[in-house]
T-cell receptor
Framework: NAGVTQTPKFRVLKTGQSMTLLCAQD?????MYWYRQDPGMGLRLIHYSVGEGTTAKGEVPDGYNVSRLKKQNFLLGLESAAPSQTSVYFC???????????????FGDGTRLSIL | KNQVEQSPQSLIILEGKNCTLQCNYTVSPFSNLRWYKQDTGRGPVSLTI?????NTKSNGRYTATLDADTKQSSLHITASQLSDSASYICVVSSSGGSYIPTFGRGTSLIVHP
């Protein structure tokens, strides 16, 4: 089992360029999440999805869009990249809601994105 | 505002020694508390998950404790190994309907031979 797979692993963009980060999970999980991790800060939730065809905003959604057309995939888009979006992006998935019982959350190994 | 505070920020110990990491939280209503290990360049990996009724849980050499009254948790690592060098993250989820768990900033642990 691959678990949660993120592509690409590294990317360098110029300010104003757009790109899409792909997350795929093979565990049949309903919930999927996109986080960003910056030095000295905890992971912050960008967007999340509670099932195929659904998306919702997290703590820091500005400048990002997401889509969940297939249950196993969750895409994160940057329409016009800015230097402030330089970060490490993590995708995660869980079978159910994290606030209900002991649902484990599985993370990918991240995409390291630099915006010049 | 929900907050999770971890201490110390960083810790250096010798291989074979024990250590304890702390996590204090203000998340309410409480649902569960998780400890993750994050190796450099990798995603977080779950170590333990504790709900309100659980006050201790072990995973090999890792033992987490939870005091829901004082809103404190600790992660104890026994007989440390070089491979324990990592960041340890405390995460608290609310049962209040939000899907947004609150992450601590992590404790960076370095184990020296």
């Amino acid at each position: 089992n691959a678990g949660v797979t993120q592509t690409p692993k590294f990317r360098v963009l110029k300010t104003g360029q757009s790109m899409t980060l792909l997350c795929a999970q093979d565990m049949n999980h309903e919930y999927m999440y996109w986080y960003r991790q910056d030095p000295g800060m905890g992971l912050r939730l960008i967007h999340y999805s509670v099932g195929e065809g659904t998306t919702a905003k997290g703590e820091v959604p500005d400048g990002y869009n997401v889509s969940r057309l297939k249950k196993q995939n969750f895409l994160l888009g940057l329409e016009s990249a800015a230097p402030s979006q330089t970060s490490v992006y993590f995708c995660a998935s869980s079978y159910g809601a994290l606030g209900k019982g002991g649902q484990p959350q599985h993370f990918g190994d991240g995409t390291r994105l630099s915006i010049l | 505002k929900n907050q999770v505070e971890q201490s110390p920020q960083s810790l250096i110990i010798l291989e074979g020694k024990n250590c304890t990491l702390q996590c204090n939280y203000t998340v309410s209503p409480f649902s569960n508390l998780r400890w993750y290990k994050q190796d450099t360049g990798r995603g977080p990996v779950s170590l333990t998950i504790m709900t309100f009724s659980e006050n201790t849980k072990s995973n090999g050499r890792y033992t987490a404790t939870l005091d829901a009254d004082t809103k404190q948790s600790s992660l104890h690592i026994t007989a440390s190994q070089l491979s324990d060098s990592a960041s340890y993250i405390c995460v608290v989820s609310s049962s209040g309907g939000s899907y947004i768990p609150t992450f601590g900033r992590g404790t960076s642990l370095i184990v020296h031979p």
